[in-house]
């Protein structure tokens, strides 16, 4: 009775509202330390993807720079193309032409005419003038055309690619040394022993002037910016990095989905991310290829340069493909595997398909015997397996491309949706429910 009395009390009331508020305090502090944790989490995780996003890009131009300029096999396959690229063709003509017509006149032509008959044909030439140099002009042109366009020219490329790898890697990292040189703001290939071929095909021809002509030698520019320095620069830096880069950007990426509280939709975000960050890096290649061009010199070919420009940048845009492509499969494969509305749905749709085709089946007569109950027993196991498959394949494939990706997606779609047939119906959810 004392003890309701105090209660009843003015001051026990205060007591006891002073007592509860001190609890909601606790627990309100007690609330706020997770809430704290979740968001310190959480900005974390959104850090370390946004982090992973920004260095795939780069991470595809280390392995650039590490595998095509630092790979004396693969430098060769890629430029080895460029001897029958008919732009590159007519430019080296054109500059072998240039090259030799400096070193010939008409009086030189004249040296294997019989004494008696020299002055009536100097006499004629004369008149002829210009018409006359145009003419063997034409003819050095022609016979340059033929010298590029021959199986031989194909050799003398690929030979002098491969031994000028090393000046290549000069080019663009600042060592090296050979037939390739950098000079100034120009990356320029040595084009002697094509001009001999040239001038030997002109003495088979009947132009015996041609073999007194002195050693030529003459350039063909394969690269020329003025930021060129900039970019040796880079393009060191990155081959530098490597491989491990890449391994970088991914393990990034995958620490930001692991750190997050909602580890689908970041996966999902952190995949689109690096397909984003991936195409805009594919967009600036396109825009920077025209900027390139439109700076080049008059006597520089835009149409050869062009095709060499895209030849040394066709392993990037490839992996820039299979990068996108690769991004928005494991996109679609969280978010189809997740508890979303949409996803559900469409889930529903692959069980009723699938559950249609078996009914079908079933009303034909076919019969699955005792690979049914097999299926549908290890069914998990055999989805896991097939992932895992697909996995592999993909990690083990030498340079994969887009559509590496997106056909092994669908041959793993197909193995599934196979999987689901055999089992006799996949149930609520199916396969692709299951692989999440």
Request: charged share 20%; proline share 4%.
């Amino acid at each position: 009775m004392a003890e309701d009395g105090e209660a009843g009390q003015p001051g026990g009331a205060e007591r006891e509202l002073r007592e509860l508020r001190g609890r909601v305090a606790a627990l309100e502090a007690t609330a706020a330390a997770p809430r704290a944790r979740h968001r310190v989490r959480s900005s974390l995780a959104v850090a370390l993807v946004l982090i992973g996003c920004l260095l795939a890009p780069l991470g595809i131009v280390a392995a650039w720079a590490a595998d095509e300029v630092g790979d004396t096999d693969r430098y060769v396959a890629t430029v080895a193309p460029l001897a029958s690229d008919p732009d590159v063709q007519d430019a080296v003509a054109d500059r072998v032409t240039d090259a030799l017509m400096t070193r010939i006149d008409l009086p030189t032509l004249l040296s294997d005419v019989a004494p008696q008959d020299r002055p009536r044909l100097e006499k004629a030439l004369g008149r002829l003038g210009g018409a006359l140099e145009g003419a063997v002009r034409s003819f050095v042109h022609d016979k340059a055309r033929e010298v590029v366009a021959s199986d031989a020219f194909e050799r003398v490329w690929t030979r002098a690619n491969r031994a000028a790898h090393a000046s290549v890697d000069k080019a663009l990292t600042g060592r090296g040394g050979g037939a390739v040189e950098l000079e100034g703001d120009a990356v320029t290939l040595d084009l002697g022993p094509v001009v001999d071929r040239v001038e030997q095909r002109l003495v088979d021809e009947g132009m015996k002037a041609a073999g007194r002509i002195p050693e030529v030698h003459t350039d063909f520019t394969l690269v020329q910016s003025q930021d060129i320095g900039r970019v040796r620069t880079w393009t060191r830096l990155l081959q530098l990095a490597g491989a491990w880069l890449p391994v970088l950007a991914v393990l990034l990426v995958g620490s930001g989905v692991l750190l997050s509280v909602r580890r689908r939709r970041a996966l999902v975000v952190g995949a689109l991310g690096v397909a984003a960050t991936t195409v805009l890096l594919g967009v600036a290649l396109r825009v920077f290829r025209a900027f390139y061009l439109d700076a080049l010199p008059p006597d520089v070919s835009r149409a050869a340069a062009g095709s060499v420009y895209d030849t040394l940048t066709h392993f990037l845009h490839t992996m820039v493909r299979m990068a996108a492509a690769l991004g928005v499969v494991v996109a679609l494969s969280a978010w189809l595997t997740g508890p979303g509305r949409g996803a559900a749905l469409v889930r529903n749709l692959w069980t009723a398909g699938i559950g249609a085709a078996r009914t079908t089946a079933d009303r034909a007569g076919l019969r699955t015997g005792p690979v049914g109950p097999f299926v549908r027993r290890y069914r998990t196991w055999i989805v896991r397996i097939l992932v895992a498959a697909g996995l592999v394949t993909y990690l083990l494939w030498s340079h994969p491309t887009g559509w590496v990706v997106v056909g092994l997606a669908l041959t793993l779609l197909f193995a599934l949706a196979l999987t689901d047939f055999l089992a006799g119906g996949a149930g609520a959810g199916g396969a692709v429910g299951r692989t999440g």
